[in-house]
């Protein structure tokens, strides 16, 4: 068998901690971050090993915690043996298997796949070494499809099936996009976080039409009361409906409660630009649509007017979303977007009965 080894760098694990330290610092001393990226708030609190266990936490920590565990390769290993599990009769996708014997916590051995890469971006290398080739997008409009109705398949599968999904660190993110755009506003940058997710983890193989997984470093759980409210959310966002998204974001906590009406209007406003490709029956065409401008307007007044940090699942989480919409647009793809998403609701088995107003019809 062929194997792809992934090798640790020397010292990358041991340097996390300061070099996150060292660019707030330089954020701080440029005064380039917005109030409402809290980012202060963030930093003063402690290294925390457990995700869930804190209340409203923030970027940076989420950012090294995401980080310290993308350095740990026995554990990825742990994730991707999991995930290819969770994976292994759903068609179209495919999880390569791990090398135990050639793998510890600074080496990862797996199978080796091939397929055509959406974007190659390595993280080690995360300024250097970037290239935005879509050669999916070359294809013929059925196949582009095909890969963005299985992408948007994946994204929905991982979450409200699955609450376990594969993600890329925050804070590479966030840094990505200020070197790349240094020249712009940065409430621009920061509105734009979320919808760069590393598409180089997904390799399509044209010929057996299978897109092969990899890189689960930044995988991660999600608590089923999260989710049950975050589907609540969702369907609310397709069905235009304005109180649901403002109850069920009270309660996942993107919203307190005080905020001003301004707030509440792009908060709701965004909620609908992302519940559109499952607002309308049949096929949503990603070839003509605004939604990465539109995201980006609304953002920079909610990191004016935001009460509270966003809860710490949601940042991989949208960022994987808002992915899978990206894909779409860039593959021009077509797809059932709401079809999909009715048929993961009347599937999933909620903890307790409540329902919205607007699911009941949805």
Not at 164 to 185: G, P
């Amino acid at each position: 068998m062929r194997v792809a080894m992934k090798i640790q760098y020397p010292g990358v694990a041991d340097s996390i901690e300061s070099d996150i330290e060292n660019v707030k610092l330089l954020l701080d001393y440029t005064n380039l971050i917005p109030k409402g990226l809290f980012l202060d708030r963030a930093i003063k609190g402690s290294f925390c090993k457990n995700l869930f266990a804190r209340g409203a936490a923030n970027l940076p920590i989420v950012a090294k915690e995401e980080l310290s565990r993308e350095c740990d390769y026995e554990l990825e290993a742990g994730n991707q043996i999991r995930f290819r599990n969770l994976i292994s009769d759903r068609e179209g996708f495919f999880v390569p298997s791990v090398v135990k014997e050639l793998s510890s916590k600074k080496v990862l051995s797996t199978e080796l796949v091939s397929g055509t890469s959406f974007i190659l971006f390595d993280v080690f290398l995360m300024f250097t070494f970037c290239i935005t080739i879509d050669k999916v997008a070359l294809l013929d409009q059925e196949t582009r499809n095909y890969v963005g109705k299985k992408l948007l398949e994946l994204t929905l599968m991982e979450l409200f099936i699955f609450r376990f999904m594969q993600a890329i660190s925050s804070f590479i993110c966030i840094l990505f996009l200020f070197f790349q755009e240094k020249q712009r506003k940065f409430t621009h940058v920061l509105a734009s976080v979320q919808t760069d997710p590393n598409w180089g983890n997904y390799l399509y193989d044209e010929e057996s039409r299978v897109i092969n997984l990899i890189d689960f470093g930044a995988a991660r759980d999600y608590p089923k009361t999260f989710v049950d409210d975050y589907l609540r959310m969702v369907i609310a966002c397709a069905n235009c409906d304005r109180d649901g998204i403002i109850q069920m974001s009270r309660r996942l906590g993107f919203l307190t409660g005080e905020e001003t009406e301004i707030m509440l209007d792009a908060h709701v406003q965004a909620g609908f630009v992302v519940g559109l490709p499952f607002s309308k029956a049949g096929g949503y065409d990603f070839r003509a649509n605004n939604i990465t401008h539109s995201i980006s307007n609304l953002g920079a007044t909610m990191l004016k007017h935001r009460l509270t940090p966003p809860p710490d699942e949601a940042y991989s989480l949208h960022r994987k979303l808002s992915g899978a919409f990206l894909a779409c647009i860039k593959l021009g793809a077509i797809v059932p977007c709401r079809e999909m998403l009715l048929e993961v609701y009347e599937r999933y088995k909620f903890e307790d009965t409540e329902q919205l107003a607007s699911s009941s019809t949805f």
